[in-house]
């Protein structure tokens, strides 16, 4: 039993144990007896001598029970540990624009005192940056990445800085200037196009040292199509339509020389299909019709059929439940994959009994007020110390968040670092938002991070109830588990709309957790548009047209809004679905969400005329192509054959997909099936340029290693996180400096002091041994004296 007592600060004394004072007592007994014994006869020593032989033997014993008793001292100070310095260094394509100046650094390093360990990392095609720093973190320790920072396979480095987080670790970077010109290439754009469809194709290219726009050329079936210009991260927009089915070939190239020509050209496989075969069902004439015929082949009718196999997709416009025909077909269909439009008007929604139709249970969206009702909403805070340099501005953000939810809402607060604090209970917002945001303004910033750890305490807070967890952080953290956490929040009704506030925002990782629950992600300077989720009443959105809610999904990448239909019918986004697109007073416009294996879009907005009042007219007229393209989803989904490849990269797997009545096979492809009739491949391109693969046509790229140059924003982040610097090349003595500064700390030094005891009893005994003996030598007592 170990016991123990501050005595001052940092200064701890104890025992490892306490049995040992058992024995103290019978061995005095057992020394008192002996000591006695032979006392009162005519040689025996005198009382005074047994008594002072009494107490030496006694000390004797007493220190001989503390050192077994273990006794220690414990002592919290500042000691100089053994500084040394990890050093990584990149040898993978992507540095290959760069010196090597791995071995000035070392020297740099080890005339300083400090010695260093090499470690290489990455190949030619793949960097496995935040492996190798995983692989090397020691507590205390100091790691030099002489990299870019871009991975392209392994963990990422946020993953590796919450490694280094737990070790208190340092990671520095060091980046060298590149003196050599390096551009890359890609091509972005549809796989799959429907004939005669315009289509879009955007050139972009990166590089580094590039001080002059690059002269490009894009051919299409080996024409010439454009030749222009680029910059870096700039964009070249080119469309095109495909008038023959099968596949076609979309090629960009750069000219001019840089380091690696194998990036200067990019391919891509277009497959043409036939226009999918599209049912309108409309009551009346109206302009949507027309339109839809630009771009499908569409078949018109005043009532669904029982038959919609021949279908892709059906779009309903401004009619009613009653007057829809087959709904139970029509249900049928979507929920085996078909895609469902419904665009509204006088006639539809509200107007048209959907509430009580099997129309209602398909909609992404159902009748009501679209600013009633009440929410359940936690605002979950990261006041960790990735988030300290900028709290301040999380507070804003925080209460400029707290500023656009309507007072019907029921809204908590909890923080969270690596545990997570409840700061305010679920409250009705309109009488306690006042207090709420004092609270918020009291948070203070400390701890490491850990998003799945506060998105569990947001959920405690909500309990049984459904609801919404608002998380503003600057998502550094591992984005395993929280995303993990997300989706088992998404699947028991509550989703997580993701705020990212910081210097350096993870975005990826704020978006995946945000999509991983249902939710939507926006930055710091786009809460307004939480209004239209949660404004209420008396938080009402008032905006010019028409407003994307959710960014960069299906339909609303890439648009533009300029129109203002005027009305919308009377509608709310249901639970689990994904709001688009919403009207100028903050009414849904656009909705969509899965039902079944199949899509559906709700087209709320329209005007006096019960038509669509400026969204069939460009720019707007793109956000109903996708509308409509998300509902046809996979044109070729009735097809045999390969459907679909994916992004095929040389050196890299790819998959592939088959449908067919049968496994199909091919050399260098490993096939499974995934379901009835469905079959995935899986294979490994080993050139670039146009290849085949069970009959069909796809292109392969250069790897991913060459394509994208300089330093990344990832290790900037994992370098600030761990507290480290970025530095040159030639600044080894200022790594070793602070590689001096991390090895020295403050821990807790342990001593034992057994030792001190048994000499303590050692030097007793043997001076009350030497002080007999001379006491016999002067004659002042004999060695008859009756002492033991």
Not at 182 to 196: D, F, K, L, M, Q
Not at 349 to 365: Q, R
Not at 462 to 469: A, F, P, Q, S, V
Not at 547 to 571: H, M, S, Y
């Amino acid at each position: 039993m170990r016991v123990s007592a501050t005595v001052a600060e940092g200064l701890t004394v104890g025992v490892e144990h306490l049995w040992p004072l058992l024995v103290l007592p019978i061995a005095v007994g057992v020394l008192a007896s002996l000591i006695r014994r032979g006392s009162g006869g005519p040689r025996s020593a005198s009382n005074r001598s047994r008594r002072l032989l009494l107490a030496s033997r006694v000390l004797v014993v007493c220190l001989l029970v503390l050192g077994a008793m273990g006794p220690y001292t414990a002592q919290t100070r500042e000691t100089p540990g053994e500084p040394g310095v990890t050093l990584l260094t990149d040898e993978s394509a992507s540095m290959g624009i760069y010196p090597n100046t791995t071995d000035e650094l070392v020297r740099d390093i080890e005339d300083e005192g400090v010695p260093v360990t090499r470690v290489t990392v990455g190949s030619d095609s793949a960097s496995r940056i935040g492996d190798a720093v995983a692989a090397n973190l020691r507590e205390n320790g100091t790691i030099a990445v002489v990299s870019d920072g871009r991975v392209t396979a392994g963990r990422s480095l946020s993953t590796a800085a919450a490694d280094a987080d737990a070790l208190d670790a340092t990671v520095h970077g060091v980046t060298p200037q590149s003196p050599r010109t390096e551009r890359a290439v890609a091509i972005a754009g549809p796989a799959t196009v429907s004939r005669g469809v315009q289509s879009r194709y955007t050139v972009s290219m990166r590089g580094v040292s590039v001080s002059e726009p690059v002269p490009v050329t894009v051919t299409i079936d080996g024409e010439t199509v454009t030749e222009g210009e680029l910059r870096p991260d700039g964009t070249l927009a080119v469309d095109h339509t495909f008038e023959e089915l099968g596949a076609h070939r979309v090629t960009a190239t750069l000219s001019g020389e840089d380091e690696y020509a194998r990036n200067d050209v990019f391919y891509e496989s277009v497959r043409v299909v036939e226009q999918p075969d599209v049912l309108y069902v409309a009551q009346g004439e109206y302009p949507l019709r027309n339109y839809l015929d630009s771009l499908y082949n569409v078949t018109t009718a005043a009532s669904v059929p029982a038959a919609l196999d021949d279908y892709a997709a059906v779009v309903v416009q401004d009619t009613s439940a009653s007057d829809v025909g087959n709904a139970t077909a029509l249900q049928d269909f979507v929920v085996n994959g078909g895609g469902l439009v419904v665009a509204g008007g006088d006639n539809a929604y509200e107007n048209g009994g959907y509430e009580t139709s099997p129309m209602g249970s398909m909609l992404p969206v159902q009748v009501g007020n679209a600013t009633g009702g009440e929410s359940n909403i936690v605002l979950l805070v990261d006041v960790s110390s990735s988030a300290e340099s900028g709290l301040s501005v999380q507070k804003a953000v925080a209460l400029d968040v707290l500023d656009q939810l309507g007072d019907e809402n029921r809204v908590g607060v909890v923080a969270f670092n690596q545990n997570a604090y409840r700061v305010s209970e679920l409250r009705t917002l309109g009488q306690n938002r006042a207090a709420t945001a004092e609270k918020i303004r009291q948070l203070e910033s400390r701890g490491a991070t850990d998003i799945a750890v506060g998105l569990q305490g947001a959920d405690e807070l909500l309990g049984d109830r459904e609801g919404t967890i608002i998380l503003l952080s600057d998502g550094q953290d591992r984005l395993g588990p929280p995303a993990a956490v997300a989706n088992q929040l998404g699947r028991e009704g509550t989703r997580v709309v993701s705020v990212g506030v910081g210097k350096r925002v993870g975005v990826s990782t704020m978006r995946q957790i945000a999509d991983e629950s249902g939710g939507s992600y926006f930055a710091a300077d786009e809460t307004e548009r939480l209004r239209l989720l949660f404004g209420g009443s008396s938080r009402r959105y008032q905006g010019e047209n028409l407003t994307v809610v959710t960014e960069d999904t299906f339909i609303t990448a890439g648009v533009e809004l300029t129109a203002n239909p005027g009305r919308a019918n009377n509608v709310r986004v249901k639970p689990g679905a994904d709001y688009q697109v919403a009207t100028a007073d903050g009414k849904p416009a656009i909705a969509s969400w899965r039902f079944g294996l199949g899509r559906v879009v709700s087209i709320t907005a329209y005007d006096s005329d019960n038509t669509m009042g400026g969204l069939l007219d460009r720019p707007d007229s793109l956000v109903v192509t996708k509308s409509v393209n998300y509902a046809v989803g996979d044109p070729t989904r009735t097809q045999t054959g390969v459907t679909s490849v994916d992004d095929a990269r040389v050196g890299r797997p790819t998959t592939l997909t088959y449908q067919g009545d049968s496994r199909p096979e091919a050399a260098n492809v490993s096939v499974r099936q995934v379901g009835e009739g469905r079959y995935r491949g899986e294979f490994t391109p080993r050139k670039a340029g146009y290849q085949t693969v069970l009959d069909t046509e796809y292109a392969a790229n250069y790897p991913v290693e060459y394509a994208s140059f300089g330093p990344s924003d990832s290790l900037d982040a994992l370098v600030e996180r761990t507290g480290g610097q970025t530095f040159s090349p030639d600044e080894g003595e200022q790594i070793a400096r602070r590689a001096r500064q991390q090895s020295t700390r403050v821990r807790t030094v342990r001593e034992t002091w057994e030792w001190v005891a048994l000499l303590g009893a050692l030097l007793v005994f043997t001076a009350e041994v030497v002080a007999r003996r001379v006491q016999v030598y002067r004659g002042r007592t004999t060695l008859e004296s009756g002492l033991p």
